[in-house]
């Protein structure tokens, strides 16, 4: 959503930090240099955020604090979904062996909320916070097949469908059919869609309203998983994690 009234200051100082963010560390003139902004401004809007720790600096060269860290703790710390969920998702790695996923939706992109590790899990390029199309991933695909079809095309129209392997969904017609198959099965699979070589199986978790909050996933290599597991033993234990989210936030 683009603002009415964008104040510019602020642009240029969300525009720092997303370089920062991008391929930090980085000196004045490199950032001037991407910014296509003056050195004296991109020194300026330096030095305000490393007065209050959102920045540091290091032989020359800046790079994002832990400030940042902490804001982002604090937020999930205060979300309820979260707090309810995390030891269900810690015990679906322990029981599986695998690695245990929890994704909300914010302004039409995923958001992990975090990850946990089993005894046989791989690791992958997630982490607390990292914001991926909902497309593309199992966790994305159950919050889309719960979502309204007005607002589903509102998120193609805002975000788009770009293809991350060969078998990403890619068209609106195939996610379209993708998301009834979801609905009817009550799960989302992920085979290769946003990693090739990786498979992901998906549950919603639902208000009692019967929105949706978040998702619950397990991400394994495809060698680990079968067809036969991604329709029998392993949709009963992510199903179940997801409604003990649901009953515990719910009653």
């Known amino acids: ?30 950032l001037s240099h991407e910014l296509d902004m003056g050195k004296s401004a991109v020194h300026n809007h330096l030095t305000t955020l490393q ?8 032989d020359g060269e800046y790079r994002l604090g832990l400030k940042f860290l902490e804001i982002g703790g604090h937020i999930r710390k ?20 695998e690695l245990a ?12 909320l975090m990850r946990a590790k089993g005894d046989d899990a791989v690791d ?8 991926t199309n909902l497309h593309t991933t199992a966790l994305g695909k159950v919050i889309l097949a719960n979502l309204p079809e007005s607002r589903v095309e509102e998120i193609i129209d805002q975000h ?25 099965r009550g799960y989302a699979i992920d085979d290769g869609e946003r990693l090739e070589g990786l498979r992901c ?8 309203s019967g929105a949706v909050l978040g998702a619950i996933s397990v991400s394994a290599p495809a060698s680990r998983v079968s067809d036969e597991d991604l329709h029998g033993a392993l949709p009963e ?6 409604n003990v989210v649901e009953l515990n936030i719910n009653y």
């Open 78 to 97: 205060s979300m309820e979904f979260y707090e309810v969920a995390e030891p269900e998702v810690k015990a679906l790695a322990a029981e599986t062996g």
């Open 124 to 131: 992958l390029d997630t982490y607390a916070g990292l914001r």
């Open 1 to 30: 959503m683009d603002a009415k009234h964008p104040v510019q200051t602020t642009e240029k100082t969300l525009a720092l930090i997303e370089q920062l963010i991008e391929g930090g560390p980085y000196g004045v003139t490199e």
């Open 51 to 58: 007065s209050h720790g959102y920045v540091l600096k290091a």
């Open 160 to 184: 788009g469908l770009e293809t991350k392997t060969p078998k990403s969904v890619g068209t609106r017609d195939e996610l379209f059919d993708v998301l009834d198959d979801v609905r009817e």
């Open 101 to 112: 996923n929890l994704l909300v939706e914010e302004q039409g992109v995923g958001v992990y």
């Open 237 to 242: 234990r992510v199903l179940s994690a997801a």
């Open 201 to 208: 199986l998906a549950a919603p978790v639902k208000a009692s």
